[in-house]
């Protein structure tokens, strides 16, 4: 028993500075970064791997970590290899706010990259706190432009150009290359054709016709009688097909079977009009042949350019029975981008350092886009402008008139301006040392 | 000594059953928090499944459409008018009641495959309806947001408790109401009207008026479970309601047992249980993306044919009758 005061105030503090050591000793020494160790950085991603939309863009995760693997073996970043942990939300909202949740707070995830779809992302950026917990939201996969409101989504980078640029883009496209031609819009009645239709009107396009068509509700009798009254047109009208690929091949089959097909000029937006799709949807190649269509990447076919080819290479070693397409394309390029994000965030990686390093350099970043890449301090928008292109009969995409012309523009009301943006050559063997 | 009474009992029950979730909810993280509140919300949905098909014998395929307009209402009342949550909450359930009982107005004369065959047709319709009208938010729909606590619960806090505490306490009265209220008169006529339509007739019962009473006061459940699942959601739009959480939730309500409400906790941890099971499983066994993705669909799928074959009114009333033998 202790009966001297000192001794008993002694004893007191010794026994809080050892309790005092023992909560220490049990803390780190700083507050790590989540999904950050000194060899793994842990990414996810919440995406539809079944279901309807499953079957159009499952191959997005599997092409990242197939790009990711790659730089794995080569070393990976700054020492750290890159696990991406793959999440299926079937394009539904409520999956897609669980599972964005379950990468937070279970897979303990440093950052999310190439999320894909507005309604679905929508909800699981607020479910999931990302704002909160300041985590890195990277290259969203929609043409949605809301997403690039730093109020409402502080740490979402978006990746491809929005559908109102296409549109305002379009415009300009059609009234210097096709002057006195009447030009009629089949648009889907949702944010993306609205969305399509304020970019026409920002164009400042004159429309002979526009019709809006709730989401498949376009069935082959009724584009048939759309096609009848619209080829009542004189001359030879532009027809502009803004929606989804499904639609464009219905409208193309239909036109088949009226044998209207050399009575418009065709033109699918950059969602509707892949050629892989609407062959395999039964359009026919000598219908295809001469379609135009807009596009930011180039062509999936064209081994000639030293991304594609390059990314091809790496599908075939780390992808194996997948075929290479535009959405692989897309995945693969969305993940250099990643790579090069966490490369010029440095070695001592934190989720805010990476956000302002895609902020100062990521406009420099190299990838396979044709069209400049807009992050800034003030822009979290990725690519933004287009290009056009004329399908030919074996479902290739070649530039217009034979030269490559680029426009950029922004989502509202900024001009539209021919660009002769050049993109950075691909780093040696695809794997970035320039950020 | 006071008297228990049945009713009094089930309260004191509900109490109790509350005061432990609140101190279950400060023992665990967001995660089990977050996902407790799916399980109180999707309770609340098979509640009024057994309310319209084990209570009333009428078979409803289109629990979504309804839960899509509680969810709506609850949105537009606080996100448009601009009122606090609760009240929000609390219009879902009327309103979407008021819509169950026009519906039970029309429906009332159809029953077996006619009625699963119009219910259908309405969890397809409805939520494509949405699409159509602006003040809907078309496909990318609008903001339901409840807002954070209140700053004098502190501020460790956070979203998930409040979301877990706001769907548990809803869950708990909704379901106290529904069990009292089935456990007098309504309860039994229900019951006799199930069984044998025309004996029920005969006695005197309307089962016309009952049918649409059902109706009403399923869709109420089903609203209030809309309003909280687009609240853990953040938002709601056409594409959160898909057929497949019509059959989900029906699927958990076999589960549970259709004729009794004992065991809708076990039937909302079913659905919300089954894909992380299925997650865990992939992980240790190391299985490739397509067995993780189809995985959940099988358990339940086996989970839904042995609660057929095995407890096919579910396994309250196997304790039940557990309980029965023991007396005797």
Known sequence: MIRNKSMKRASLASAVIAAGALVLSTLPAQAATPGVSATEIKLGISSPLTGSAGVAYGKVPGAMKAYFNYINANGGVNGRKITLISRDDKYLPTLAATQTTNLILKDNVFALVGALGTATHSKAYKAAALAKNNVPDLFVNTGFSGFGDTTKYPTTFTVLPSYAMEAKIMSKFIKEKFTGQAVALIAQDDEFGIDGVNGFKAGALTLASTTLYPQSSLTDARAKALLTGLSAIPGKPVLVMFGTTDVTAGILKAAESLDLVSKFTWIAGSVGGDANTLLALGVKATTLNGVVAASFFPDAKDKSDEYVSQFMTINEKYNKGVTFDNVVLQGMNSAMLTVQALRAAGKNLTRAGLISAIESKGAKFAGAGLVPLNYSATSRIGYNGYWFGQLNASGELKPYGGTLAIFTTDSGAGAIEASTYKRPTMPKNGIPTNS | ?328
């Open chain 2, 1 to 328: 000594m006071i008297k228990t009474t049945p009713t009094k009992k089930r309260l004191l029950l509900f109490i109790f059953f509350g005061w432990i979730l609140l101190i279950l909810g400060d023992r665990v993280g967001d995660l089990e928090l977050y996902q407790g509140s799916f399980v109180a919300t999707y309770a609340l949905a098979i509640t009024s499944i057994i309310l319209l098909t084990g209570y009333s014998g009428q078979l409803s395929l289109g629990h979504s459409a309804l839960m899509a307009v509680g969810a709506y209402t609850g949105a537009l009342s606080i996100f448009n008018a601009g009122l606090h949550p609760v009240i929000g909450l609390i219009i879902s359930v009327f309103v979407a009641g008021i819509f169950g009982l026009i519906l039970g107005l029309v429906v009332a004369r159809l029953s077996g495959p006619y009625l699963a065959g119009t219910t259908l047709a309405l969890a397809i319709s409805l939520p494509t309806l949405a699409n159509q009208f602006p003040i809907l938010g078309g496909e990318e729909g609008i903001v339901f947001d409840v807002g954070v606590a209140s700053a004098r619960f502190g501020d460790e806090f956070s979203q998930y408790k409040w979301f877990f505490w706001i769907s548990a306490l809803a869950a708990l009265i909704m379901v106290w109401l529904v069990a009292n209220l089935l456990s007098v008169r309504y309860g039994r006529t229900f019951k006799a009207m199930r069984d044998n339509p025309v004996a029920a007739q005969l006695s005197g019962i309307n089962v016309g008026q009952l049918k649409v009473m059902a109706f009403a006061l399923s869709s109420g459940v089903a609203g209030l479970s809309g309003g909280l699942l687009v609240m853990l959601i953040s938002g709601v739009s056409p594409s959160a309601f898909p057929l497949s959480l019509s059959f989900a939730v029906l699927t958990g309500a076999v589960v549970t047992g259709l004729y009794n409400l004992k065991g809708v906790i076990l039937g909302g941890l079913v659905l919300v249980a089954i894909p992380e099971i299925a997650d865990s499983l992939v992980s240790r066994i190391g299985g490739s993306e397509g067995f993780t993705t189809t995985l959940p669909g099988f358990l339940v799928s086996a989970l839904l044919i042995l609660a057929v074959v095995f407890t096919p009114n579910g396994p309250g009333h196997l304790l039940k009758r557990h309980h029965h033998k023991k007396k005797v």
